[in-house]
Structures are given as structure tokens and as C-alpha cells.
């Protein structure tokens, strides 16, 4: 088992920055491939962003450029960085962590979820 927190999220106006974290426990975090995703109400869940076990990133086009995803394996942390920040990514935002070799933006793909963090962009 995998246990994920999220922190990080909070108000912020557009244009500005917030960065999240999630805090794994649990089994070797090096082992795992790990995403961010977000829901905003009414909507789907949507991948953000992925950062695989072998160190590659892939991003959604809605966010590359503006986000970066990134890991520390010493903390067993994945963070997320966000800048230039507009009110359509305001939403929920979820880690998971996926077990497999080849991961993508798949929701069904990943194995643990967190719970998630609320993030609020205002213009």
C-alpha cells in the first residue's frame, strides 16, 4: 500500500504561483511512477502532468509551460509547481502513484490516489 497527502493548495490570484507537494508512505516511492491530476466541479478528472520512474515528464497541453512537475526520492515527495496561474485551473487537485513501467495521462493507469487539494485561482 501507498499512502499520498497532497498540501500546498490555497486562493491565489491569477498570475501568481503555488507550489503542492505529496508526501508518500508506504512502499519504495522510487519505484513508482507519479501524476497530478485535477477535477474542477462538474467537469472530469484531468491529467495534469506525470513524472515516470525512469525521470522523464510529460505534460497536458492546457499546462505545459507553466507547470513543472518534479520529485525528490530522498523525502519521498512529489511537487508540483505552478506559475502564471489562471482561474480555469481552479480545481481540485489529486496525486497517484502507478506501479507500471509504461505510464501516461490514463487515470485508470495509476494504483493510489490522494485526496486531494483545493486550488483557487481569482482574477
Known amino acids: 500500500q501507498v499512502q499520498l497527502v497532497e498540501s500546498g493548495g490555497g486562493l491565489v490570484q491569477a498570475g501568481g504561483s503555488l507550489r503542492l507537494s505529496c508526501a508518500a508512505s508506504?512502499?519504495?516511492?522510487?519505484?513508482?511512477?507519479m501524476g497530478w491530476f485535477r477535477q474542477a466541479p462538474g467537469k472530469e478528472r484531468e491529467f495534469v502532468a506525470r513524472f515516470g520512474r525512469s525521470g522523464s515528464s510529460i505534460y497536458s497541453d492546457s499546462v505545459k509551460g507553466r507547470f513543472t512537475i518534479s520529485r525528490d526520492n530522498a523525502k519521498n515527495t512529489v511537487y508540483l509547481q505552478m506559475n502564471s496561474l489562471k482561474p480555469e485551473d481552479t480545481a481540485v487537485y489529486y496525486c497517484?502513484?502507478?506501479?507500471?513501467?509504461?505510464?501516461?495521462?490514463?487515470?485508470?493507469?495509476?494504483?493510489?490516489w490522494g485526496q486531494g487539494t483545493q486550488v483557487t485561482v481569482y482574477s
Open positions: 508506504g512502499r519504495t516511492f522510487s519505484g513508482y511512477a
Open positions: 497517484a502513484a502507478s506501479s507500471r513501467a509504461i505510464v501516461t495521462g490514463n487515470p485508470g493507469q495509476y494504483d493510489y
